[in-house]
């Protein structure tokens, strides 16, 4: 790396995760070598290394007892990893190892060995802050957490430290990052020394003044104390007004594109003008540098709605995109004003007049100017994203439009309609990549809405992400299917994990994909703070997507943090009070926090709303539990006749068998549920604990380690 005169090596400033393990000199040279062994491995298989060593964007320097990562992508990436090694050292409890980390300057060098090396004051920061560590610490620079408040899946984590100080009497601002399950909650020990040392030296000060002037230095403290417990006073409610400001702070560049009104005289040209604000948003997406709310959220309100500021604020985005569409033969007018919400002001707007056939310029145009205005950072890889043509005939890309009209209309009928669209548009253009990726998630969608054959359906969404992928593999959406079916068709939690990150890497804001993989992927394993991650991320970028806040609750209940789980559940419903399964999973909760009365309560309400077998299955075993046999065996005849239908739930009849105290047939009613591949609940086998009753039962054991085999990372 030189400078752009050849004068000396190119500054840049950088990410920095600094560890080492502590008390490393004290360890047998064959223990050291163990450890540093396993450390490397642990490191190697983190996603977020693998994901900048990828991109090129990584630079990795062994220390001796522990190892630098340089990053020199995204100021997010330090924490992220720290958070997948400290989750992962769970597991080795003998590696005490601490973290610091650090944004600063950094230049490359070439050390003795020919190899790349680090050297600049971020370094030696990173090391400083590590040093104040302790074992399980994970701590932050002032200016990494600064960094990072923009970002509200950090604020909760982030908990002051004040100054610590470092070698030759200087000190630094910290911050002590930690979860319910990762880092170290205690203050480290340097810290609270160097808090402590001036008051034994006010201390000794005050002894040695002699007793004349001891009454005028003791009114003078009162005098002060007055004034300090007033400075404290206001101190605390500016800081209490601060913390509400971080936990609310918007980043400059997040975008909320809010759905474009049809000025067509035609009302059936909604389809294009809905088509045109969610292709838009998809090119937006693929800006990483970029925060941009999901389509889902944004279409609970009116184009050119009144209140833009509020709806920002809900949103979680400065700035807002509206636009009108008229369409009329082979022409289209698109009309676009982007507005910084937050203080009311026009920042661009452009009328674009074209053909049919000019829409995707239109909309790369539209895209680009935005991440001008907004001063986001294009890659490479965004720009050629944002400027590509998904198809050459027009008639295909209508045919799409309306196919992804119905689905975002949900419901079987909707569905099927959509699916005949986009066969439709695939016979005019058989190259239409994104048309069998929105086959694939019909498919993958269509067994929620009707009872037909799981595996036959999810079998059909693996054919058709696989086709789009064919076609072209740098689709995000496709590899999200994929995905989504290699878990619900095949339970290959392997292959399903990597398809997700790379989803995730091709677009950072698809939060479907964050949702999914947390949920589904994540949880199953038991990569819990992981999974919270992955969905907090999903809300972050869908704040009204029901089902994404009531499987957030659901995941704290299989991390066992039922609290939390109660506090989200009970928030979603504030979302939508009609939503079965978030008061079926509230009353998990309830009834895991021994709230069985409470529990019933919610079961009912599920059952209630679409009557849901599941929910009644989850009633009958809280009516088990509680003793109310009669009651619970009375009920039990209602899924009975499910199962003569053909329309049970095999895992619910199990759940069913375990409140009864059956567990022998409650392990036959699991088994059955892996030969009906119903993998969307069973693939947490080795994490839910409503199945806590069965586990150290060899038969249910062997069945756990079929579904998520012991050797799955």
Known sequence: MTSEHGSGPKVEIAHILNMDVVEY????????????????????????????????????????????????????????????????????????????????????????NDRTNVAGAGVDVSQRVMDCGDAGHILLSKRVADDLAPFPRWNQQLHDLGECEIKHGRKISLVNFYTGTIGNPEPPKKCAVAKEEPRERSRTAFGRISWPNRTLVTAAILILALVIAALIFFSQTRSRTQGKRLATTIADKSIAVLPFENLSQDPDNAYFADGIQEEILARLSKIADLKVISRTSTQRYKSKPDNLPEIAKQLGVANILEGTVQKATDQVRVNVQLINAQNDSHLWADKFDRKLTDIFAVESEIASKIADTLQAKLTGSAKQAIGTRPTENAEAHE????????????????????????????AKDPNYALA?????????????????????????????????????????????????????????????????????????????????????????????????????????????SVIINANLGYVYIVARR????????????????????????????????????????????????????????????????????????????????????????????????????????????????????????????????????????????????????????
């Open 25 to 112: 000199s004290t360890l047998l040279i064959t223990e050291q070598s163990r450890i540093m062994g396993e450390l490397t491995r642990v490191v190697k298989n983190a996603a977020r290394f693998r994901r900048a060593e990828a991109d090129g964007k990584l630079v990795r320097v062994p220390t001796g007892d522990g190892m630098l990562l340089v990053f020199f992508d995204d100021p997010q990436a330090p924490i992220e990893c720290a958070m997948e090694i400290s989750a992962a050292m769970q597991s080795l409890p003998e590696i005490r190892l601490r973290m610091g980390i650090h944004s600063g300057p950094v230049n490359e060098v070439v050390d003795v």
């Open 399 to 426: 045919l799409y439009l309306r196919g992804r009209y119905f689905v975002g209309k949900r419901g079987a009928e909707n569905l099927n309609k959509a699916i005949d669209y986009f066969n439709q548009a695939i």
């Open 436 to 544: 069998y990726a929105g086959l694939s998630d019909c498919y993958n969608l269509l067994p929620t809405w009707i009872p037909v054959s799981r595996a036959e359906y999810t079998s059909k969404a693996k054919a058709a992400a696989i086709k789009a992928l064919q076609i072209d593999d740098n689709l995000a959406e496709a590899h999200t299917s994929l995905a989504a079916a290699l878990f619900s068709n095949d339970l290959n939690l392997r292959e399903s994990k990597r398809e997700f990150e790379r989803a995730i890497e091709l677009n950072s804001n698809y939060a479907f994909a964050h949702y999914s993989f947390g949920y589904d992927v994540l949880a199953a394993l038991g990569e819990f703070d992981r999974a919270i991650a992955e969905l907090r991320r999903a809300v972050d970028l869908d704040p009204f």
């Open 562 to 713: 039922y609290p939390e789980a109660i506090a989200q559940l009970r928030k979603t419903l504030e979302l939508d009070p009609d939503f079965g399964p978030t008061h079926r999973n509230l009353g998990e909760a309830l009834e895991l926090s021994g709230q069985l009365e409470e529990a019933i309560a919610e079961y009912k309400k599920g059952y209630r709303f679409p009557n849901d077998d599941h929910a009644l299955a989850y009633l009958i075993h809280a009516y088990a539990l509680k003793g109310e046999r009669e009651k619970a065996l009375q009920l039990f005849t209602g899924l009975k006749e499910l199962e003569q239908r053909g329309t049970f739930w095999a895992f619910g009849f199990g759940l069913v068998y375990i409140g009864l105290g059956d567990k022998n047939e409650g392990v036959n009613w699991l088994e059955r549920s892996y030969q009906n591949k119903e993998f969307a609940k069973l693939g947490l086998i080795k994490v839910e604990p409503m199945l806590d009753p069965l586990r150290g039962d060899p038969r249910f054991e062997k069945l756990a380690n079929q579904v998520v085999p012991p050797d799955v990372k």
